[in-house]
């Protein structure tokens, strides 16, 4: 049974890590989190859940103990991730717990996008609300957690940018040292800058993303170093609590699909992952559809599907401005193919003007995001089209990142340099509705209102 008394320690919930493909179990997690015996992933099982009734956690009592518990000024029950912390691994000793606060993002209803879509009930979870703009705090403050835990001085990570962000972030307030590798030139500055600033020694090598986890994956095996890219199975852990959160804003009410993007396929294994336990711990009665759309230019897992069933990763050469998307060859493709299975979803993907039109429709709702997570949206609509998605279903988007997180991708779109000079500039006609390009005007009133008349006449007509 649980505990319903808030000043009483959380029972002790034994966690094990476990191949993902061989079932073999570990007590502690080599320094790649790969499978000492078949190199394969390795992920986070509850053998307790399973057990005798006395272990067992009972549905409506987590249920009402994580609702008071928002009334706590603890700080972890101030944490949309550690509110939930009868469903991870559990830390005896919570003074070594990591957290800004991290989790208690919107979910915010999208009228415009709604009628856009032509469906009745589309919601956006917005993950970019998180303290450094991403989804990914929600898995940093349980994976580096563990990391001060087993006292480590140094963190590393290979990243498009978000991951490089809130590494930094959790390690400057657990005060360990931080190493970041992300490809050159190819990381927003909104990211860059935050890493800086949390104090990463931050490296841009001469490759892709691909190339900087191939790096890091050597390092980590020579030098006292601790991974914190979605390989290690406690950041998806952390993930999971996005769709437990979500499932309390829907009034425990299971939409019909959720949607997410697909870059190294760590968050749609752990949303997966939360909505499978969730259903076999009685929270939820069903699983809703989830279904994962990337970039035309970085499809490997829609290659993947569509070629051989998800039996075999196809690798390929990724392309994309949507940037924290660019890679081609995802850790995690084996656990986002069980995640797809287990739910029946689909997998999409969309050009790069898709892309951008569907940004722009999200920030006509006054929400906005960065380019990755706008293809949930312009998925969508392709899902919508193919019937796929039925016009009384509801649907939730996983947005993932700030729209602040890639500024000159925006001021691009709008001044219409996004696709100038590539083989999408015919294509990206159909973007010019929804460019507005900052006016340049002399400093008069007159030529202010002047403005303000034209563009109150256009919008009438
Ligand atoms: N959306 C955003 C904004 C991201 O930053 C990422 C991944 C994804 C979607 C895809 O999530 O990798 O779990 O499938 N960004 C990583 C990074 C790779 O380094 O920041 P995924």
């Not at 002790?12 to 079932?23: K, W």
């Not at 000492?36 to 986070?44: F, R, S, V």
């Not at 191939?214 to 390092?219: A, K, M």
């Amino acid at each position: 049974m649980i505990d319903h008394n808030l000043s009483e320690p959380t029972p002790d919930q034994t966690s094990q890590l476990r191949c993902i493909s061989c079932g073999a179990e570990c007590e502690k997690a080599a320094q790649n989190f790969r499978c000492d015996a078949c190199g394969d992933l390795l992920e986070i099982v509850y053998p307790t859940w399973n057990t005798s009734a006395e272990t067992q956690l009972d549905a409506a009592a987590l249920k009402s103990l994580w609702l008071q518990r928002r009334a706590s000024r603890l700080s972890l029950d101030e944490s949309g991730v550690w509110r939930f912390r009868e469903v991870l691994p559990s830390f005896p000793d919570r003074q070594q717990i990591i957290t800004l606060r991290e989790g208690n993002t919107p979910l915010y209803e999208m009228p415009h996008c709604t009628r856009i879509a032509g469906l009745d009930q589309l919601y956006a979870k917005h993950q970019g609300m998180n303290p450094t703009g991403s989804f990914k705090d929600t898995g940093m403050t349980v994976a580096a957690s563990v990391a001060r835990r087993e006292g480590f001085r140094w963190v590393a990570c290979a990243s498009t940018g978000n991951t490089s962000a809130s590494m930094a972030a959790y390690a400057a307030r657990g005060g360990m040292r931080s190493l970041v590798l992300i490809p050159e030139g190819k990381v927003s500055w909104g990211k860059l800058s935050q890493a800086l600033d949390y104090g990463a020694v931050t490296c841009q090598l001469k490759t892709d993303f691909d190339g900087c986890m191939r790096v890091l994956n050597e390092v980590v095996q020579r030098m006292p170093v601790y991974l914190l890219n979605s390989v290690n199975p406690y950041r998806l852990e952390g993930q999971k609590t996005t769709v437990i959160e979500l499932m309390e804003q829907l009034d425990w009410q299971v939409p019909d699909h959720v949607i997410v993007p697909g870059g190294n396929l760590g968050n749609s294994s752990a949303l997966g992952k939360a909505f499978i336990e969730m259903k076999q711990l009685g929270l939820i009665s069903a699983l809703p559809k989830i279904s994962i759309i990337q970039a035309a230019g970085a499809n490997p897992l829609v290659r993947t599907m569509r070629e051989n069933g998800g039996e075999k990763l196809i690798a390929v050469k990724a392309e994309t401005a949507a940037s924290a998307i660019r890679i081609g060859n995802p850790a995690s493709w084996k656990k986002a193919v069980k995640v797809l299975q287990a739910t029946d979803g689909s997998v999409e993907q969309v050009s790069e003007v898709e892309i951008a039109l569907a940004k722009a429709e999200i920030g006509a709702d006054g929400i906005g995001c960065e380019p990755a997570s706008a293809v949930t949206f312009a998925g969508l609509k392709k899902l919508v089209k193919q019937g796929f998605v039925k016009v009384g279903e509801s649907v939730v988007l996983i947005l993932t990142g700030h729209l602040l997180k890639d500024p000159e991708f925006t001021l691009k779109f709008h001044r219409g340099d996004l696709f100038a000079g590539t083989e999408s500039e015919k294509e990206a006609d159909i973007l010019r509705p929804q460019q507005r390009a900052p006016i340049v005007l002399d400093a008069t009133v007159d030529a202010v209102i002047r403005t303000l008349k034209d563009a109150d006449s256009r919008s009438e007509t």
